[in-house]
């Protein structure tokens, strides 16, 4: 089982020492990095992450094919690539030429809001378009989810549907996969295992968080631990995500009470232990 990072989750260890925090989640068994991108934001986004993680994310264009280089050497790829919806229009094609150049597969959107149904449906149009530019570079888009995905919003037709099905329904499999969120499921009061047998056709990447038991109780910021060490159901979604061959796994911890280094490592060190 291999299993990569979200670079989010290590963005002040990276900001410090990029190649020795590559070193050090290598010794520890990470496989592979899923990086945070610049690509299809405008200024103002670039500058709110920025204030949200402390300062620049260092995963522009130019930086990120250093920082890329730098993995390698010590025998991580980058597989995939967050990205933003804003400006993906005007640069899908160049998107394209430096996902095939750096090795990249896939690119995941990830969206903090949504508008009313007009507003997704025209953000699945976006991903249509986009996904017909991609292809041509053996590039696959991914959703992200966040608890909200899964709210449920009235369809053109009437009925009631979580966000997230809108999106499947609107797009074929070649132009959106999914990566789900495994702590933001439960978060959400979702049966993470059951949703996962449930999409499993759909499903690229799972994403593998944990919350504290006592989430509902503690501010949304804090929930965060290592993997086994909290609410969610990992041996039975690791059965069913299982089930799939080609199945990729990311760990995905917001936020450390310690060392998110550490936390890495011990989610890894347990989640290869539960799937040997």
Same mark, same amino acid.
């Not at 899923?34 to 522009?60: H, R």
């Not at 967050?82 to 998107?95: G, H, M, N, S």
């Not at 690229?204 to 909290?230: S, T, W």
């Given at each position: 089982?291999?299993?990569?990072?979200?670079?989010?989750?290590?963005?002040? @260890?990276?900001?410090?020492?990029?190649?020795?925090? &590559?070193?050090?989640?290598?010794?520890?068994?990470?496989?592979?990095?899923?990086?945070?991108?610049?690509?299809?934001?405008?200024? !103002?986004?670039?500058?709110?992450?920025?204030?949200?993680?402390?300062? =620049? #994310?260092?995963?522009?264009?130019?930086?990120?094919?250093?920082?890329?280089?730098?993995?390698?050497?010590?025998?991580? #790829?980058?597989?995939?690539?967050?990205?933003?919806? !804003?400006?993906?229009?005007?640069?899908?094609?160049?998107?394209?030429?430096?996902?095939?150049?750096?090795?990249? #597969?896939?690119?995941?959107?990830?969206?903090?809001?949504?508008?009313?149904?007009?507003?997704?449906?025209?953000?699945?149009?976006?991903?249509?378009?986009?996904?017909?530019?991609?292809?041509?570079?053996?590039?696959?888009?991914?959703?992200?989810?966040?608890?909200?995905?899964?709210?449920?919003?009235?369809?053109?037709?009437?009925?009631?549907?979580?966000?997230?099905?809108?999106?499947?329904?609107?797009?074929?499999?070649?132009?959106?996969?999914?990566?789900?969120?495994?702590?933001?499921?439960?978060? @959400?009061?979702?049966?993470? =295992? @059951?949703? &996962?047998?449930?999409?499993?056709?759909?499903?690229?990447?799972?994403?593998?968080?944990?919350?504290?038991?006592?989430?509902?109780?503690?501010?949304?910021?804090?929930?965060?631990? =290592?993997?086994?060490?909290? @609410?969610?159901?990992?041996?039975?979604?690791?059965?069913?995500?299982?089930?799939?061959?080609?199945?990729?796994? &990311?760990?995905?911890?917001?936020?450390?009470?310690?060392?998110?280094?550490?936390?890495?490592?011990?989610?890894?060190?347990?989640?290869?232990?539960?799937?040997?």
């Amino acid at each position: 089982m291999e299993i990569g990072i979200n670079t989010m989750s290590a963005m002040n @260890a990276m900001r410090a020492d990029f190649e020795g925090t &590559v070193k050090r989640l290598k010794a520890g068994g990470c496989d592979w990095l899923e990086a945070m991108s610049d690509w299809g934001a405008k200024q !103002e986004t670039i500058d709110f992450y920025s204030n949200l993680t402390g300062g =620049p #994310s260092g995963w522009d264009p130019e930086n990120a094919e250093l920082r890329m280089e730098i993995a390698r050497k010590n025998g991580m #790829s980058i597989k995939g690539l967050f990205i933003f919806d !804003e400006r993906l229009d005007e640069q899908a094609q160049k998107l394209g030429k430096y996902c095939q150049k750096n090795g990249i #597969s896939y690119v995941v959107l990830s969206f903090l809001e949504y508008g009313g149904i007009e507003d997704i449906y025209e953000k699945a149009a976006l991903i249509r378009r986009t996904a017909a530019v991609l292809g041509n570079y053996g590039v696959q888009i991914l959703m992200h989810n966040h608890e909200h995905d899964t709210m449920l919003i009235r369809d053109k037709d009437g009925t009631q549907k979580p966000i997230i099905s809108i999106f499947l329904q609107q797009c074929l499999a070649q132009e959106l996969m999914l990566e789900v969120d495994t702590g933001w499921l439960v978060y @959400a009061g979702v049966d993470a =295992p @059951a949703y &996962v047998r449930r999409h499993l056709d759909r499903i690229a990447v799972m994403h593998l968080k944990d919350i504290c038991k006592d989430y509902k109780n503690v501010p949304r910021e804090d929930i965060f631990v =290592p993997c086994g060490q909290g @609410a969610v159901d990992f041996p039975a979604i690791m059965a069913e995500a299982g089930k799939k061959a080609d199945m990729m796994y &990311v760990l995905d911890q917001d936020k450390s009470r310690g060392d998110i280094i550490e936390d890495h490592i011990a989610s890894i060190k347990y989640l290869k232990s539960i799937c040997i």
